[in-house]
C-alpha cells in the first residue's frame, strides 16, 4: 500500500501526451509541495500554468486532491482552472473514491500524483488507482507534515530494497 507505481522528480516536467498514451484522463494532484511550495504566498508559478493548459488541451483534467479547505487551495491556485476535492481526509481513499464514481471513470483512467507516501501514495493505492510519488517543492515542511516525513524514511529505504526498479525518473516510462 505504502510503494508508488513510479517515482517521478516533479510531476511537471512530464509532458501531458506521456499521460494522453497512457490513457490517462484526469490527474489527481496533492497541492502543497506537489504543485506549488507549502509555504510561498506569492503567485502562481507560469511552468504550472502552462503545463495545466497543456494538460487541457490533450482533454486531460487536473484535479486538486488535498487536504486543505476550498478557499485554501483555490487561493494558492487563483486563476488557474481546476477542480478542487477539499478536506479529502488523506490517506482515506473515500473522496477518491467518490470523484471516480460522480465522473463515471475508471482506475485505469486516473493517476494521483504526490510527494508523501502516508497520504497521497497511500490514499491512491487504497483507491485502486496508479500512484506517482514526486520529490517536494521545498526542503522544508509544516509541523504537521515534518511527522509524516520521520515515519516515511524507514518506508522509503525499504522501498527501496524491496524494489530496486523503482527510482527517481525524468518521464513516466524510461
Known amino acids: 500500500m505504502l510503494k508508488p507505481a513510479l517515482m517521478i522528480n516533479q510531476i511537471m516536467q512530464i509532458e501531458p501526451q506521456e499521460f494522453a498514451a497512457q490513457g490517462i484522463k484526469v490527474i489527481l494532484s ?56 477539499a478536506r479529502a481526509l488523506k490517506p482515506l481513499p473515500f473522496s477518491i473514491k467518490k470523484y471516480l464514481r460522480q465522473h463515471d471513470l475508471t482506475a485505469q483512467e486516473v493517476v494521483m500524483v504526490g510527494d508523501q507516501l502516508l497520504t497521497d501514495v497511500l490514499a491512491g493505492n487504497m483507491a485502486g488507482v496508479r500512484t506517482i510519488l514526486v520529490k517536494p517543492l521545498v526542503a522544508t515542511d509544516s509541523k504537521k507534515t515534518r511527522i509524516n516525513r520521520f515515519f516515511e524514511r524507514p518506508l522509503m529505504y525499504l522501498n527501496h530494497l524491496l524494489y530496486p526498479q523503482l527510482k527517481w525518473r525524468k518521464h513516466l516510462y524510461e
Do not use: M, Y
Open 30 to 85: 496533492d497541492l502543497d509541495n506537489t504543485l506549488v511550495p507549502w509555504n510561498k504566498k506569492q503567485r502562481l508559478d507560469q511552468n504550472l500554468i502552462d503545463w495545466a493548459q497543456k494538460l487541457q488541451q490533450q482533454g486531460i483534467a487536473l484535479v486538486i486532491v488535498s487536504n486543505n479547505n476550498e478557499q485554501r487551495v483555490l487561493l494558492a491556485l487563483q486563476g488557474l482552472k481546476v477542480q478542487v476535492v
